[in-house]
């Protein structure tokens, strides 16, 4: 990568970035990346905020494409230095079909991976997850685990299955010659569940609150404990690998770290509470209301109206028997592989990060605050 102190010469391309993740990513290069000179922003909507970042230093292009099409693919990556692919289906509910799960995040990581490949772009960092490696469909628990720890990552739902082959095709990839004749060097970064302003799943569980006056009802015990990162460190991660990838290519290349932080272990209920509770909501209980058989029967009865009502009407409550395994597995991570190979550290304290989220969810249509 051509570096210059004075002059900024860098061109990055983020997928996705008018995503949850993709905004943070966008404004923290914007931020904290001087050498750049021009930063794409490719995305299948793109949001109006991104008006406001046109007056910057760095120039800020907008690309309204679809990583399925290859060709509108390539055209983004021609020319830029580093590509951060970020653009996925994210998908638990049942929203989309299994195929379009997988012609996004499969078919358009391989776009993605061909159009480096074609234009001569030789860095590119992936936005995998943790669901590559689990929770898997035996519910075995991964206590505190790290990137070599031995689990046995079996799937079925789309969305993890997807994740887990454009990982792989990532992965594979790096070496490979672009045009040129340079290796191509990528790495893929598994966040386990990211909070943080914007995120939508901690909006929809605000909202079920608020219709339920005040009040969520446990439904998980408190003992099984999920991952969380927030949104501005797992931002912050792939500002660093792009940073550093050119450097410690030999080290990074064909990697994958997890994204963590000093976010608290616990249950994904309790760790909602930590900014729903200074909100003004409740979590009523402190062992599940419903025994645990009647939410499995819960689940699978919405799994079978999701199917009966498909043609008249997309059914997708946030209980199905996925979810349900997800939120009843344990899965945490404890490990400082980032940290050994590219310095990471997480730029936002617990204290930060709850503090910014909590203003969040104040801002949010129905807060009493
Ligand atoms: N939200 C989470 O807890 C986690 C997310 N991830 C991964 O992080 C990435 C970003 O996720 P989020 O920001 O949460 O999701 P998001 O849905 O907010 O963002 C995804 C972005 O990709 C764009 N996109 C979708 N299909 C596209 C297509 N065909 N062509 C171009 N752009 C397309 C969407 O318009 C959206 O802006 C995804 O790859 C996801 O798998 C990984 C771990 C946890
Ligand atoms: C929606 C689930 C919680 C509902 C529990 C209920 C119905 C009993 O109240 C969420 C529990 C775990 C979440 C997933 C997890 O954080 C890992 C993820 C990683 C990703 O890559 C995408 C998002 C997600 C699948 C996340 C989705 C919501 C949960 C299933």
Redesign the pocket.
Known sequence: MAESAQVPTLVYLVTGGCGFLGEHIVRMLLEREPRLRELRVFDLHLSPWLEELQTGPVQVTAIQGDVTQAHQVTAAVAGSHVVIHTAGL?D??GKASPKTIHQVNVQGTQNVIEACIRTGTQFLIYTS???VVGPNVKGHPFYRGNEDTPYEAVHRHP??CS?ALAEQLVLEANGRKVNGGLPLVTCALR????YGEGHQ?MRD?YNQGLRFGGRLFR??PASVE???VYVGNVAWMHVLVARELEQRAALMGGQVYFCYDKSPYKS??DFNMEFLGPCGLRLIGTHPLLPYWL?VLL?TLNALLQWLLRPLVLYT????P???A???TT?TVSTNKAQRHFGYKPLFSWEESKARTILWVQTLEGSAR
């Open positions: 994210v638990v509910f997850s943790m669901e969305y993890p994740k966040p386990t569940g990211i799943i569980f439904a998980i999920h991952g969380r994904y209920e939410l689940a409550p946030l209980l199905n996925y979810t349900l997800m939120a009843n899965f």
